[in-house]
Nanobody, 124 residues
Framework: VQLQASGGGLVQAGGSLRLSCAAS????????TGWFRQVPGKEREFVAG????????LYADSVKGRFTISRDNAKSTVYLQMNSLKPEDTAVYYC??????????????????WGQGTQVTVSS
Protein backbone atom coordinates (compact mmCIF):
# COMPACT_ATOMS: atom_id res chain seq x y z
CA VAL A 1 0.00 0.00 0.00
CA GLN A 2 1.31 3.43 -0.95
CA LEU A 3 -0.10 6.56 0.65
CA GLN A 4 0.07 10.10 -0.72
CA ALA A 5 -0.83 12.90 1.66
CA SER A 6 -1.64 16.36 0.36
CA GLY A 7 -3.53 19.53 1.15
CA GLY A 8 -1.33 21.19 3.72
CA GLY A 9 -0.46 24.84 3.66
CA LEU A 10 -0.38 28.13 5.51
CA VAL A 11 -3.63 29.42 6.98
CA GLN A 12 -4.63 32.03 9.53
CA ALA A 13 -6.08 31.04 12.87
CA GLY A 14 -9.77 30.29 12.50
CA GLY A 15 -9.34 29.13 8.94
CA SER A 16 -9.82 25.73 7.34
CA LEU A 17 -7.86 23.18 5.36
CA ARG A 18 -8.73 19.78 3.94
CA LEU A 19 -6.06 17.11 3.86
CA SER A 20 -6.27 14.13 1.53
CA CYS A 21 -4.66 10.72 1.82
CA ALA A 22 -4.83 8.79 -1.44
CA ALA A 23 -4.00 5.10 -1.32
CA SER A 24 -2.73 2.93 -4.16
CA UNK A 25 -1.50 -0.61 -4.51
CA UNK A 26 -3.10 -3.30 -2.33
CA UNK A 27 -5.73 -0.93 -0.99
CA UNK A 28 -8.18 -3.77 -0.32
CA UNK A 29 -5.94 -4.85 2.55
CA UNK A 30 -6.45 -1.60 4.46
CA UNK A 31 -8.62 -1.98 7.53
CA UNK A 32 -8.22 1.44 9.12
CA THR A 33 -6.58 4.78 8.33
CA GLY A 34 -5.29 7.23 10.85
CA TRP A 35 -4.08 10.80 10.72
CA PHE A 36 -1.18 11.75 12.97
CA ARG A 37 0.81 14.93 13.45
CA GLN A 38 4.27 15.73 14.67
CA VAL A 39 6.20 18.83 15.64
CA PRO A 40 9.99 18.91 16.04
CA GLY A 41 11.15 17.43 19.30
CA LYS A 42 7.84 15.76 20.09
CA GLU A 43 6.40 12.34 19.48
CA ARG A 44 3.98 11.69 16.68
CA GLU A 45 0.45 12.03 18.05
CA PHE A 46 -2.87 10.59 16.99
CA VAL A 47 -5.34 13.05 15.47
CA ALA A 48 -8.18 11.02 13.98
CA GLY A 49 -8.96 7.60 12.58
CA UNK A 50 -11.55 5.80 10.49
CA UNK A 51 -12.20 2.18 9.65
CA UNK A 52 -12.93 0.96 6.13
CA UNK A 53 -16.06 -0.90 7.13
CA UNK A 54 -19.03 0.76 8.77
CA UNK A 55 -18.91 4.32 10.08
CA UNK A 56 -16.62 4.21 13.08
CA UNK A 57 -14.39 7.21 13.64
CA LEU A 58 -12.27 8.43 16.54
CA TYR A 59 -10.74 11.80 17.38
CA ALA A 60 -8.17 13.18 19.75
CA ASP A 61 -9.74 15.41 22.38
CA SER A 62 -7.74 18.37 21.09
CA VAL A 63 -9.47 18.29 17.69
CA LYS A 64 -12.90 16.94 18.56
CA GLY A 65 -15.62 19.19 17.18
CA ARG A 66 -13.21 20.95 14.81
CA PHE A 67 -11.84 18.17 12.60
CA THR A 68 -13.81 15.62 10.60
CA ILE A 69 -12.40 12.48 9.06
CA SER A 70 -14.15 10.83 6.14
CA ARG A 71 -13.43 8.39 3.34
CA ASP A 72 -14.30 7.85 -0.31
CA ASN A 73 -14.16 4.13 -0.97
CA ALA A 74 -14.32 4.53 -4.75
CA LYS A 75 -11.26 6.79 -4.71
CA SER A 76 -9.45 4.92 -1.90
CA THR A 77 -8.99 8.30 -0.27
CA VAL A 78 -9.37 9.52 3.30
CA TYR A 79 -9.95 13.19 4.05
CA LEU A 80 -9.33 15.28 7.13
CA GLN A 81 -11.42 18.44 7.15
CA MET A 82 -9.86 20.86 9.62
CA ASN A 83 -11.92 23.85 10.73
CA SER A 84 -11.34 26.54 13.34
CA LEU A 85 -7.63 25.96 13.11
CA LYS A 86 -5.40 27.11 15.93
CA PRO A 87 -1.67 27.91 16.00
CA GLU A 88 -1.17 24.78 18.13
CA ASP A 89 -2.42 22.69 15.19
CA THR A 90 0.79 23.58 13.35
CA ALA A 91 2.62 20.34 12.54
CA VAL A 92 3.52 17.91 9.82
CA TYR A 93 0.48 15.72 9.26
CA TYR A 94 0.86 12.09 8.27
CA CYS A 95 -1.66 9.48 7.21
CA UNK A 96 -1.15 5.83 7.99
CA UNK A 97 -2.79 2.54 7.08
CA UNK A 98 -3.43 -0.43 9.32
CA UNK A 99 -3.91 -3.73 7.51
CA UNK A 100 -4.41 -5.94 10.56
CA UNK A 101 -7.77 -5.11 12.14
CA UNK A 102 -10.95 -3.07 11.90
CA UNK A 103 -10.12 -0.99 14.92
CA UNK A 104 -8.64 2.46 15.30
CA UNK A 105 -5.34 2.53 17.14
CA UNK A 106 -3.71 5.47 18.89
CA UNK A 107 -0.20 4.04 18.75
CA UNK A 108 1.63 4.96 15.53
CA UNK A 109 3.81 1.86 15.79
CA UNK A 110 0.73 -0.27 15.11
CA UNK A 111 0.27 1.10 11.60
CA UNK A 112 1.87 -0.63 8.65
CA UNK A 113 2.18 2.01 5.95
CA TRP A 114 2.80 5.76 6.06
CA GLY A 115 2.44 8.69 3.72
CA GLN A 116 5.19 11.25 3.31
CA GLY A 117 3.62 14.00 5.43
CA THR A 118 2.19 17.39 4.61
CA GLN A 119 3.00 20.60 6.49
CA VAL A 120 0.19 22.57 8.13
CA THR A 121 1.07 25.99 9.48
CA VAL A 122 -1.47 28.11 11.33
CA SER A 123 -0.52 31.71 11.94
CA SER A 124 -1.92 33.74 14.81
Amino acid sequence: VQLQASGGGLVQAGGSLRLSCAASGRTFSTRATGWFRQVPGKEREFVAGIIWRGTSTLYADSVKGRFTISRDNAKSTVYLQMNSLKPEDTAVYYCAADTTSYSIKYNPSQYDYWGQGTQVTVSS
